[in-house]
T-cell receptor
Framework: DARVTQTPRHKVTEMGQEVTMRCQPI?????VFWYRQTMMQGLELLAY????????DSGMPKDRFSAEMPDATLATLKIQPSEPRDSAVYFC???????????FGDGTRLSIL | AQKVTQAQTEISVVEKEDVTLDCVYE???????LFWYKQPPSGELVFLIR??????QNEISGRYSWNFQKSTSSFNFTITASQVVDSAVYFC??????????????FGSGTRLQVQP
């Protein structure tokens, strides 16, 4: 089965460090999403792309977060500088377009000390 | 703004019992999609079903069934003869199709299902 691949699976780092999370969407999927899951806020959208163009990043703190798709096989989410409140599980999902089901990666569990 | 409410925070049942997970949604769109996802203890999110707002037929897949009622804005999920492997957090989600053009999912807060042996 085709899967969304996220790296790293776990990341522990100190406050102030740069964090980069990567996502390889399912081949042929043209829509990519980044979500964050926390106990307090649940699952919330950070950003999403269609055909590599950003369509919505209203859920993302602009001062420290950035999301890009350098090519169709790679999406990145960066945090610089990181803060303890950024600790969460970050999920990437991809879809073949429109309102097709989104298929999620296993997530990156991020801990900022 | 769209909203998904899963009022049941946690449900505990004994194996072989039937269980229904409730989902109520709010949207201004006439065209929208509803989804259910399962998050087992291992943490991944597994797609279960997608429903569009024009299709109110109930759906059954093995021990899983879904009841979509537009009149009450509900999309409930029933597991028949529950098994320990069904233990997970289940999320209901909504995606609007037309007005906002937004395709991202708005998730409910999830219902944690514990199936005891």
């Amino acid at each position: 089965d085709a899967r969304v691949t996220q790296t790293p699976r776990h990341k522990v780092t100190e406050m102030g460090q740069e964090v980069t999370m990567r996502c390889q969407p399912i081949l042929g999927h043209n829509t990519v999403f980044w979500y964050r899951q926390t106990m307090m806020q649940g699952l919330e959208l950070l950003a999403y792309f269609r055909n590599r163009a950003p369509l919505d990043d209203s859920g993302m703190p602009k001062d420290r977060f950035s999301a890009e798709m350098p090519d169709a096989t790679l999406a990145t989410l960066k945090i610089q500088p990181s803060e303890p409140r950024d600790s969460a599980v970050y999920f990437c999902a991809s879809a073949s377009g429109g309102n097709q089901p989104q298929h999620f990666g296993d997530g990156t569990r991020l801990s900022i000390l | 703004a769209q909203k998904v409410t899963q009022a049941q925070t946690e449900i505990s049942v004994v194996e072989k019992e039937d269980v229904t997970l409730d989902c109520v949604y709010e949207t201004r769109d006439t065209t929208y999609y509803l989804f259910w996802y399962k998050q087992p203890p291992s943490g991944e999110l597994v797609f279960l079903i997608r429903r569009n707002s024009f299709d109110e037929q109930n759906e059954i897949s093995g021990r899983y069934s879904w009841n979509f009622q537009k009149s009450t804005s509900s999309f409930n999920f029933t597991i028949t003869a529950s098994q320990v492997v069904d233990s997970a957090v289940y999320f209901c989600a909504l995606s609007e199709a037309m007005n906002t053009g937004r395709r991202a999912l708005t998730f409910g807060s999830g219902t944690r299902l514990q199936v005891q042996p």
